[in-house]
């Protein structure tokens, strides 16, 4: 019996191990990281289980391909406790690829008048014209919608530090122009603070930081925060990323297109 419990010991901590190396791998060597976000999940769920914020906040999710078919009949709750009122749909990302059910999320999105808003998965090898054009090519605004949002969360294996985010600002600066509307920057805390805090503070942010804390930055303005990537929602199998907007409801149609 003492044999098979340190056995059973052993087994579990290799595949914790293993799915550490694996998702170290993926993330580091896949542009679009749906393994690294997949291992990640399963791994939080053997440790984590998704705290909400609370506050005078109001709650909201964030989709692209990888939650696969949602049954957009059931949208209703996060983790069974907070109305969804918001949710962030991946378009596109990098210079060509657009999110395969984009099309459906986003019409759906509309027709349940959630708030909605669109967001492009920047590359940082990739050319940022190309990309603000994909991005202008897929996605049409209505009045109501958010701002466009970049997604850059990954340094560049080709460029300097200062070069990519010359590349970010000419994506905003098309974006903003062709929109009439200044994007949203989402981001990690760490990426910011580190990058893009002294250049960008004159944008909206939507922070991701999935630790257990009061608030995602101390130093810094933002505007939504992303509290966990291992989240549950009616009508999605699988975890979903849960987000919160620091305000109410009409305070964030405030932020929308005319």
Known sequence: MVKRIK?????????????????YLTYQYVETPSLYYYFR???NQFFFSPKLPTGDYIYGIDISEYQGVIAWNKIHKINEEKTIDFVIVRATAGNNHRDRFFTSNWREAGNKKIIRGAYHYFRPNENSTEQANNFIKNVKLSSGDLPPIIDIERISKI??????KVGVRNWMKIIEEHYGIKPILYTGAHYYKDYL?????????????????????????WMMWQFSDNGSASGIKGPVDLNLFKGSKVELKKYALK
């Open 7 to 23: 056995r059973n010991k052993y087994k579990k901590w290799f595949f914790i191990l293993l799915f550490i190396n694996v998702s």
């Open 41 to 43: 999940s399963v791994l």
């Open 159 to 164: 460029q300097s530090i200062n070069s990519l």
């Open 197 to 221: 805090a002294k250049d960008f503070n004159e944008y909206k942010l939507w922070v991701a930081n999935y630790n257990q804390v009061n608030l995602p930055l101390k130093k810094h303005k």
